[in-house]
């Protein structure tokens, strides 16, 4: 098969990727991107999209069905909903599928060349891929690695019969009756949540004290209280020993020393991901690590000349947003712009129940690094849109420097406020200052006026608490 | 708590008052007792003054550079129990001197050795660190506005990062612009468009790749310390004395034979002769003849004081800056003792480590700056004395000797003279006296 040879070679379609190859088509590089599986990468077909499609089915569902128990404050009552999750699955996938095809045409517009197999490094210049059709080498005057990450497997759970990662359980043909889900970071709550709306008996192993053990107590307090309103068990500073005998149970060590059996029909271990460095040829490269990251300056450059790598691969957050964010500059740098990573914070969203939102440094961040910092913090019990959809629990939270009033920091929780990270990031990347916030006409009714209320009550002068 | 005052000490010789140069202690350190807390200078001397007792800084009672009265309360430090008394340390003349630690200087003569080294410090004691040295008296960044106004930064931001909004960083990025050395006047130092446009105006991109571009910052330092007393005793010796400079030319063939022949004989213990030991033993046979250019004047009593004594003066570079450590009693020492002399005082100026004595007292002085090159030297006089000798470098001339011209080692001689008690011609005969000598050096060896 006849080599290509271009200017742009970008490995992995995921959001990291795609949107490097279509910046640098629009800035018109000679761009080709290779995916071994689909367009959209992790996030779009077995990560972000589904699981929101997932998680909005089942808290639905838990709507109808809590109005159906006759316990509706709004007056309205329904016989007992059903969930059919195959035709839920069949739906979400039917979204995923309409974005694949979003990506694909995306990518045709802006002129880039797509090629399908799995790609494998020759050295820093060419790359072949095994194709349907044989084998296709490709030379670049430079290449953008961007091969994401995958689940973090248990030695002594491996996937497999009823353990399962996030990728199975995105597309299970029945809800099962018992789940444990082994991990209590985002990941493990956001679908051990969607199933125990859905109907499941859910139990949640976490070795760590606490769930979600980057936020700190306070965000995390409401998301407790609705996980065991929802019935889900915690059980934190527990250890997942493996699978009973009978693989129908899973035993567990209990903070105090004892093995339990927890029986289940599935167990989802969510332990975390891993940067996927296996299965490109990253020997042939060489390439610094940083732990089991490539090493990367601020330019996404690798320790070799005319190699980037974007995304999961490069550390932490593994974000899909941080990963566009890198793209996009790659592609900018490699068109010949002068770019650098200047970002001042990576807004992050926690699609439990409530969702938390987080940009910038949270008051423990702030005050490790050496900030003198006031706080505000406003609760939605004292917000009228709150009221008006049931869900009070929750507050906005502001973190600034005492002496500027410089936001550093903001945080919240509570029904909705994934929507706020918008608002959050600006302020943050414009250098706003808590004046700037309070002194922004804020929508009436919105939970956005908790911001505004936040940063007035760091000023000391809130409205309505 | 108690509370206890330690005062500005009278460091004797009639001073009323002393320049603080050094904090060792800000307020609400810990400090124990015989630590030095700060350091003060006087016309002739800097002063180590260590805490009495243990406890806490309460209070400081001047900046670095402010002058302060002797008996003048400098620190405060609370001490624990003693109720609320009031303590305070009326160290007196015998009690300072035990407790304080002396090191002193005289200030003079040649400007021509102010060459950039000195700080502008007044830090004797070279062991002695300070932050406050080390620390530019602005930062690095933020340049001043056109208009002077300074503009006010946010402390350093540990995100690392200029605040600016992300369409303020792309247009410094896509200009080459360096947004940490762009001064934001935007609310927390916010970097606006306005600031960015207001720098490229000014054309002072640091990342042009053009090696010259336009240095619009200014540093201002403060004279303090020894700086400044070098600043003063200059000023008060120009504006006081009339000064006559006198330059001959002196043929130092013979001589530079000689002290080759004598470096090349000395015994191990023998310092190796520079031409200062032959010039200084000839000062002092020409002082014998001709003692009215070994004095001092005191211009205010009208009174000049001839000298029997010859104490030479020899002006020193050290780290921080001109001093002028004196051999005593020159008259009393033969060409070997003298050099051995130099030495050891040259060394002690530069370490510091030089006793007051050792710095003052001089009734002429010797200015060498030889070694740099140069012809000509104006020397200013180390006042009240009345003159003052500077050496040139040597060099190898052509001289016609009435049939041919032979090379031969020149060096000049740039002697200044205070015109008000030295006559033109004193003075001329005072230096072709010792042109004599030097370029018959077995004269400056001959008794009587």
């Given amino acids: 098969m006849k080599e290509i040879v271009c200017k742009l070679l970008v490995i992995g379609a995921g959001p990291g990727g795609y949107i490097c190859a279509i910046r640098a088509g629009q800035l018109g590089v000679d761009t080709v991107i290779v995916e071994a599986v689909k367009a959209g990468g992790t996030c779009l077909n077995i990560g972000c999209i589904p699981s929101k499609a997932l998680i909005h089915a089942a808290e639905e569902f838990e709507k109808v069905r809590h109005m159906a128990g006759g316990e509706s404050p709004l007056g309205i009552s329904v016989e007992a909903p059903k969930l059919n999750l195959a035709a839920t699955v069949a739906w979400k996938d039917g979204i995923v599928g309409r974005l694949n095809s979003g990506v694909l045409g995306l990518l045709r517009k802006a002129k880039v060349k797509i090629v399908h197999g799995r790609a494998k490094f020759r050295d820093g210049k060419t790359v072949e891929v095994e194709t349907e059709t044989g084998m296709q080498v490709i030379r670049a005057e430079a290449v953008v690695i961007a091969t994401g990450s995958q689940p973090v497997e248990l030695p002594s759970l491996p996937f497999g019969g009823p353990v399962i990662s996030s990728t199975e359980a995105l597309s299970l043909p029945a809800v099962p009756q018992k789940l444990v889900v082994v991990g209590g970071g985002y990941i493990g709550l956001e679908l051990g949540t969607a199933f125990a709306k859905m109907g499941s008996a859910v139990t949640v192993v976490e070795a760590a004290r606490q769930i979600l053990p980057q936020y700190d107590a306070d965000l995390v307090r409401p998301v407790s209280k609705r996980l065991g309103e929802l019935g889900v068990r915690v059980l934190t500073e527990a250890k997942a020993k493996g699978l009973s005998g009978d693989g129908g149970a899973l035993v567990i060590e209990t903070v105090d020393g004892k093995e339990q059996s927890l029986p289940a029909d599935k167990v989802l271990v969510t332990v975390g991901r891993k940067p996927r460095t296996e299965g490109w040829g990253l020997d042939e490269l060489d390439l610094a690590r940083a732990g089991h990251f490539l090493l990367i300056d601020d330019q996404c450059r690798t320790s070799m000349r005319g190699v980037y790598a974007i995304g999961d691969i490069t550390g932490e957050p593994m974000l899909a947003h941080r990963a566009m964010a890198q793209g996009e500059m790659v592609a900018e740098i490699v068109a010949g712009k002068k770019r650098a990573w200047d970002k001042r914070c990576i807004p992050a969203v926690c699609f439990t129940d409530p969702e938390i939102v987080t940009a910038g440094l949270s008051p423990d961040e702030a005050r490790a690094q050496g900030h003198d910092i006031r706080i505000g913090q406003f609760p939605f019990s004292a917000n009228g849109r709150a009221m008006t959809m049931l869900a009070e629990d929750g507050f906005v939270r502001v973190v600034a420097r005492t002496d500027t009033n410089l936001v550093l920091g903001l945080q919240a929780v509570g029904a909705g406020v994934s929507e706020l990270s918008s608002a959050f990031a600006l302020a943050i990347e414009m250098g706003a200052r808590l004046e700037d916030i309070a002194a922004t006409v804020h929508a009436h009714p919105t939970r956005s006026e908790g911001l505004q209320e936040a940063a007035m009550k760091a000023l000391g002068h809130a409205l309505h608490i | ?448």
Avoid at chain 2, 386 to 399: D, E, F, L, Q
């Fill in chain 2, 1 to 448: 708590m108690g509370e206890f005052t330690i005062k500005m000490p009278d460091v004797g010789e009639g001073v009323a008052e002393a320049e603080l140069v050094e904090w060792h202690c800000k307020v609400g350190d810990p400090v124990r007792e015989d630590m030095i807390l700060a350091a003060v200078m006087t016309d002739k001397a800097t002063v180590e003054i260590p805490s009495p007792v243990t406890g806490t800084v309460l209070w400081l009672g001047a900046e670095i550079g402010d002058i302060v009265a002797v008996k003048a309360p400098l620190v405060r430090i609370g001490i624990a129990g003693e109720g609320g008394d009031t303590l305070s340390d009326e160290a007196g003349e015998g009690g300072a001197s035990d407790a304080v630690t002396t090191t002193e200087t005289v200030t003079a003569s040649s400007p021509s050795f102010q060459r950039g080294e000195g700080g502008s410090q007044g830090r004797m004691r070279g062991a002695v660190g300070s932050e406050q040295a080390k620390t530019p008296p602005h930062p690095p960044f933020g340049p001043l506005l056109p208009s002077g106004e300074k503009v006010n930064r946010a402390a350093p931001d540990a995100l690392a990062k200029p605040l600016a909004s992300p369409a303020v960083r792309l247009r410094a990025q896509d200009g080459g612009i360096d947004l940490r050395q762009v001064s934001g006047t935007g609310p927390a130092g916010r970097i606006t468009h306005d600031d960015l446009d207001l720098f490229i105006a000014r054309g002072s991109q640091p990342a042009a790749p053009a090696g010259l571009a336009r240095n619009t910052s200014v540093e201002e330092i403060k004279v303090t310390g020894l700086r400044r007393r070098i600043a003063e005793k200059m000023s008060i010796a120009t504006s006081r004395i009339p000064h006559i400079t006198y330059v001959e030319e002196i043929d130092v063939s013979d001589l530079e034979d000689l002290r080759a022949a004598m470096n090349r004989a000395r015994k191990p213990e023998q310092p190796k002769l520079t031409i200062l030991p032959f010039l200084m033993r000839a000062l002092v046979k020409t002082i014998s003849e001709q003692p009215g250019v070994n004095a001092t004047f005191d211009d205010n009593a009208g009174i000049i004081t001839r000298h029997g004594a010859v104490h030479i003066g020899i002006a020193t570079q050290t780290p921080a800056g001109l001093t002028v450590p004196v051999v005593r009693h020159a008259e009393s020492r033969g060409v070997w003792d003298c050099a051995s002399e130099l030495i050891r005082l040259a060394e002690a100026a530069r370490t510091g480590t030089a006793l007051r004595e050792e710095l003052s007292g001089s009734t002429i002085t010797i200015t060498s700056l030889g070694a740099m090159g140069g012809i000509v030297t104006t020397p200013i006089i180390n006042h009240p004395e009345v003159a003052i000798v500077g050496v040139n470098k040597i060099m190898t001339r052509p001289v016609w000797d009435g049939v041919q011209f032979i090379p031969r080692k020149i060096m000049n001689l740039s002697s200044s003279f205070d015109h008000r008690v030295v006559d033109g011609w004193d003075a001329a005969s005072f230096v072709q006296r010792i042109r004599t000598l030097l370029e018959t050096p077995a004269l400056i060896f001959i008794e009587g």
